[in-house]
């Protein structure tokens, strides 16, 4: 069983940073890792994606404040988030796609930002 562990989340105000961070159980050298986000009422969607070779896309919300990096050795992919705004707030998730297409959820954790 894969598991996917965020952790950093919580509660900051507008203008504040926060970094998360998401341990695999798995090897994630061949894997490519996202971070989703879920806000009350509102569809999942895509914050930020690092691809296995190193290659990055960000979500329009997220180009310029957000930084999506990964740590092979550790398993560990992360997510720096700056210039944390009201509307940031939801439920995080990290996101595994394998080389064979199976995908994988973490459980998800709650940013909060407050203005």
């Known amino acids: 069983q894969v598991q996917l562990v965020e952790s950093g989340g919580g509660l900051v105000q507008a203008g504040g940073s926060l970094r998360l961070s998401c341990a695999a159980s798995i090897s994630i050298f061949r894997v490519n890792m996202g971070w989703y986000r879920q806000a009350p009422g509102k569809q999942r969607e895509l914050v930020a994606r690092?691809?296995?070779?190193?290659?990055?896309i960000y979500a329009d919300s997220a180009k310029g404040r957000f930084t999506i990096s990964r740590d092979n050795a550790k398993s560990t992919v992360y997510l720096q988030m700056d210039s944390l705004k009201p509307e940031d707030t939801a439920v995080y998730y990290c996101?595994?796609?394998?080389?064979?297409?199976?995908?994988?959820w973490g459980q998800g954790i709650q940013v909060t930002v407050t203005s």
């Open positions: 996101n595994a796609v394998t080389s064979n297409d199976y995908v994988y």
């Open positions: 690092i691809f296995w070779v190193g290659d990055t």
